[in-house]
């Protein structure tokens, strides 16, 4: 029921930064979960931060904390996934994802109902 448009990918150098967004149908998440995930050339699609909007817990896979940070606009429906010091290893097409996710299956992809199309991230060296 819901769509999700992702925006903001592109080149960068490695130890820049990029700033992606998510924005939902409607102008709001609701109740849902949102996450970023993403998917480097034949690899996985892998867990890269989650914003819990019941207490506004955050999660961020181990190969990104100290670098990302994720906020949101709840009156605009839009989630921001602020990527700094960028790495070559940050290469891959970013998804944001949308669900009700129980904790323990908050960093799954099977977990989330509503996926957006993705935006391409290149990290030059």
């Known amino acids: 029921q819901v769509q999700l448009v992702e925006s903001g990918g592109g080149l960068v150098q490695a130890g820049g930064s990029l700033t992606l967004s998510c924005a939902a149908s409607?102008?709001?998440?609701?109740?849902?979960?949102v996450s970023w995930f993403r998917q480097a050339p034949g690899k996985e699609r892998e867990f890269v931060a989650a914003?819990?909007?019941?207490?506004?817990?955050?999660y961020f896979a181990p190969s990104v904390e100290g670098r990302f940070s994720i906020t949101r606009d709840r009156s605009w429906g839009a989630m921001i996934l602020q990527m700094n010091s960028l790495k070559p290893e940050d290469t891959a097409i970013y998804y944001c994802?949308?669900?009700?996710?129980?904790?323990?299956?908050?960093?799954?992809?099977?977990?989330?109902?509503?996926w957006g199309r993705g935006t391409h991230v290149t990290v030059s060296s």
């Open positions: 994802a949308a669900g009700s996710p129980l904790i323990s299956e908050v960093k799954t992809t099977r977990a989330y109902s509503y």
């Open positions: 409607g102008g709001t998440f609701g109740s849902y979960t």
């Open positions: 914003l819990g909007w019941s207490g506004g817990n955050t």
